[in-house]
């Protein structure tokens, strides 16, 4: 079984910068694509930030610029950071991850909140 931990969340000013991190452990020897999505209270869980294996990366146009995604493969772990941090950005954070073999596994989720 495979589980994933985040951590980094938590609360900053607008304009501010947070760095999110996800470590995915048990049963996993590789992925195919790990990401970030985001939900708010009344709208879906959208992505904000998505990378392959091979270090392809997507994000929405309202996070371009600001959020970058990387991943270390050995480790299989990935990372946010979120620079220039705005109140539209607050939401709960869930690490996701598409293990080479086996069914896709979510993250528990991580604050973040961005005051204006």
């Known amino acids: 079984q495979v589980q994933l931990v985040e951590s980094g969340g938590g609360l900053v000013q607008a304009g501010g910068s947070l760095r999110l991190s996800c470590a995915a452990s048990?049963?996993?020897?590789?992925?195919?694509?790990m990401g970030w999505y985001r939900q708010t209270p009344g709208k879906q869980r959208e992505l904000v930030a998505g990378?392959?294996?091979?270090?392809?990366?997507n994000y929405p146009d309202s996070v371009k610029g600001r959020f970058t995604i990387s991943r270390d493969n050995a480790k299989i772990m990935v990372y946010l950071q979120m620079n220039s941090l705005k109140p539209e950005d607050t939401g709960v954070y869930y690490c996701?991850?598409?293990?080479?073999?086996?069914?896709?596994?979510w993250g528990q989720g991580t604050q973040v909140a961005v005051s204006s």
């Open positions: 048990g049963s996993i020897m590789s992925f195919n694509f």
């Open positions: 996701y991850i598409a293990p080479q073999r086996g069914s896709p596994v």
């Open positions: 990378i392959t294996r091979a270090g392809s990366t």
